[in-house]
């Protein structure tokens, strides 16, 4: 069925993919038309506590000071962004808006006087969402999952202290801290619940598929209603049926033929 397919845990695996993709491809495109043009985008950065910074708020992420630095980025981000929008798809849009915009106003208020840049504040705010989301809701996954990519990453718990002057550091603290209030914040929410909703649907199918014939008779199914045949007499007094809804009809009305 196509219900079954939109949320089946292969659609959302594919789904989760193609957000990704998508996302990294964008910003790839976006650093060959400043490398093929000549342009310098890093103007359009968080300068914080500045008007003309605010723009950065929802640009920053977008721009990297060089073909190397997006790079760093790119695997982090593409692993990351599976992982959220698969394990928590119904709760990914917010989660990713969240850590995004949280991210860069924060930034824009505290942070020092520089052009801030690069979608670092991203991957550690996703990689806090999962490593403490898994500690919250005790899921062995998502914890893993965000450990795998600060291994792979290298050197995230050191981002998150001062040291080099050219690298964002409070990107990278103000990051993880939205990502742990998103955490915290949607603890409660259902884990993939689109995978539960089809579980649930299967069940359902399965149990009406266990019903058993005897005698013209069936199980009374589970759903508002049902079918029931009322035998009526033709013209020429042969048996046919006549189909109608009924309300919690127990069985089937057996006739002979």
Request: charged share 15%.
């Amino acid at each position: 069925m196509i219900v079954a397919e939109k949320h089946s845990e292969k659609f959302i695996f594919r789904k989760s993919v193609v957000i990704a993709l998508g996302f990294v491809f964008f910003l790839w495109f976006i650093r060959t038309v400043e490398d093929s043009m000549t342009l310098d985008f890093g103007v359009w950065g968080i300068l914080p506590r500045s008007i003309t910074g605010l723009v950065g708020i929802f640009a920053a992420p977008l721009i990297h000071g060089s073909a190397l630095h997006l790079l760093s980025n790119t695997f982090p981000l593409i692993l990351l962004l599976i992982a959220v929008f698969y394990f928590y798809d119904k709760i990914a849009k917010e989660v990713f808006l969240w850590i995004y915009f949280a991210t860069g106003f924060w930034v824009w208020v505290v942070a020092r006087q520089a052009y801030h840049i690069g979608s670092s504040g991203l991957v550690y705010g996703l990689a806090a969402f999962l490593f403490f989301s898994g500690i919250f809701r005790r899921d062995v996954r998502s914890t893993a999952v965000a450990v795998a990519i600060a291994f792979i990453h290298g050197g995230m718990v050191q981002g998150l202290v001062p040291g080099d002057n050219s690298v964002s550091w409070e990107s990278h603290l103000l990051g993880s801290m939205a990502g742990i209030f998103c955490s915290f914040y949607f603890r409660k929410e259902p884990h993939i619940p689109s995978l539960q909703d089809t579980d649930t649907s299967d069940e359902n199918s399965a149990n009406r598929m266990s019903s058993t014939y005897k005698g013209y008779s069936f199980s009374k199914p589970k759903q508002k209603y049902v079918y029931h045949f009322k035998p009526s007499e033709s013209k020429d007094s042969s048996y046919y049926y006549d189909l109608e809804t009924g309300e919690e009809n127990e069985s089937f009305i057996s006739s002979k033929i």
